[in-house]
């Protein structure tokens, strides 16, 4: 813990709870340290590759390692797969283990572990890494969709930093209720509805219920031939695709889309300039499955979509 330099900024993933749970964990962690309150920032995975590191000393977790973060003064906990091996930065790395549990065993070393913060870390890890043989999968989703349904700056001015809060917080009432109706709306409209956008990847639409659990009752049982499962999303005139498989095909997909996280659940977001689902799938279908000599209509809108991004 020695090794732990005072972060000018703490910096997590926006868009789960396990970027949640992790950064508020390193908050708790750097004010005990250094009797401070250290700012916290979350960002999604297309707009952090974007942000200029200007920051002397930094706390990263939830968003992968890359060259660009290998910096002196620099700790980055995280579980994402990474080819750089550490130079400068200090890399606390484990793909076995949630980025919560990670953060969560550096604040357990100080004390400041106790028995609502284990449960909150369990059930944060088991729906990260979609764990679903574990006996609080279910659970687990539920507590996950949180922030998928109430956002990470909601929460957050909903319980400031009390972490602990979040064990059977009433909002989770409302999580399973939609999760046992909408669930199985939103399964048979999605199966019925089904796009292949590319020979490898799937359009997913989901109107209603918990899309990680339709998708992934979807991929179980096979109901596309294609490997990967994409859902968007469109929220303040952003567009953010999200991509599942079963054998490690969905970070690929999301690389090339300027993307990352995991191998079967990853994630990108698109060109801002692509403020309309219609034009998110047209980009989607150029860009993942292009037409050789294609040049006049499709691949133009393409090259124009890259051009003003």
């Known amino acids: 813990m020695s090794q732990l330099s005072r972060p000018e900024v703490i910096i997590t993933h926006e868009s789960d709870l396990d970027g949640f749970v992790a950064g508020h964990l390193l908050a708790r962690l750097a004010r005990h340290l250094f009797q401070s309150d250290i700012p916290l920032q979350a960002w999604n995975y297309t707009n952090w590759e974007q942000r200029v590191l200007r920051e002397r000393t930094a706390w990263v977790t939830d968003l992968s390692f890359s060259p660009r973060l290998d910096k002196p003064g620099w700790t980055i906990v995280d579980h994402h797969h990474t080819d750089t091996q550490p130079q ?15 953060c969560y065993e550096l604040c357990k070393e100080q004390g400041l572990g106790n028995a609502r ?8 890890h088991v729906g990260d890494l979609y764990l679903a043989a574990d006996p609080d999968f279910v659970t687990a989703v539920d507590y996950g969709a949180l922030i998928k349904q109430y956002l990470f700056w909601n929460i ?25 109706v909408e669930n199985p709306l939103g399964y048979e409209f999605a199966k019925k509805s089904l796009q292949p956008l ?6 997913v639409d989901t109107p209603v219920g918990d899309t990680n659990a339709i998708v992934h009752r979807l ?14 999303t469109l929220r303040a005139r952003t567009v953010s695709v999200s991509l599942r498989s079963r054998n ?3 970070l690929g997909v999301a690389q090339r889309l300027q993307g990352g996280g995991h191998a079967n659940a990853a994630g990108a977001t698109l060109p801002r300039t692509i403020q309309r689902i219609p034009d998110a ?19 133009s809108l393409a090259n124009a979509f890259d051009k003003l991004a």
């Open 88 to 102: 400068h930065a200090r890399l606390i790395h484990d793909k076995s283990k949630s980025a919560a549990l990670l």
């Open 117 to 124: 913060l284990d449960r909150l870390v369990h059930l944060t």
């Open 156 to 180: 957050r001015d909903l319980i400031g930093d009390d972490l602990e809060s979040l064990v059977d917080h009433p909002l989770l009432e409302v999580v399973a209720t939609r999760r046992r």
């Open 198 to 203: 590319s020979a490898g990847v799937t359009l």
């Open 219 to 232: 991929l179980e049982e096979r109901a596309a031939p294609q490997p990967v499962l994409a859902t968007l």
């Open 248 to 250: 490690g095909e969905a």
């Open 281 to 299: 799938i047209e980009y989607l279908r150029l860009t993942l499955d292009p037409k050789p000599g294609a040049g006049s209509g499709m691949q």
